[in-house]
């Protein structure tokens, strides 16, 4: 499985981006896919997840209501819609994919065995 995130770019606080994540490879109905983002000297911190079979969604706090993750599995591809966006959402932002996991596993980065590479999302007050 391959990933390949797009989307990142500069904008101004209350501004919007959307990344997308294109998967390839041996991709399965089982597939669920996140995003996480590593600001400079902080941890990797998990974002967003969906779940590719029935569209389960999970949301860090800290986003919650101004980003949205969804996909299209006709494209093959995840999104993740950010509006509202504020400086401390500057970052990183790195999609993975995981097959078969479960509602209790999709904030750990642990469990996701395929990662793109990242893109730079940066906000300007």
């Known amino acids: 499985v391959q990933l390949q995130a797009s989307g990142g770019g500069l904008v101004q606080a209350g501004g919007a981006l959307k990344l997308s994540c294109v998967v390839s490879?041996?991709?399965?109905?089982?597939?669920?896919t996140a995003w996480f983002r590593q600001a400079p000297g902080k941890e990797r911190e998990f974002v967003a997840s969906?779940?590719?079979?029935?569209?389960?969604?999970a949301y860090a706090d800290s986003v919650k209501g101004r980003f949205t993750v969804s996909r299209d599995n006709a494209k093959n591809t995840a999104y993740l819609q950010m509006n509202s966006l504020k400086p401390e959402d500057t970052a990183v932002y790195s999609c993975?994919?995981?097959?078969?996991?479960?509602?209790?596993?999709?904030?750990?980065?642990?469990?996701?065995?395929?990662w793109g590479q990242g893109t730079q999302v940066t906000v300007s007050s």
């Open positions: 993975a994919a995981g097959l078969g996991l479960i509602l209790t596993s999709v904030r750990q980065a642990v469990h996701y065995a395929y």
């Open positions: 490879g041996r991709t399965s109905r089982n597939l669920a």
């Open positions: 969906i779940r590719w079979n029935g569209g389960d969604t």
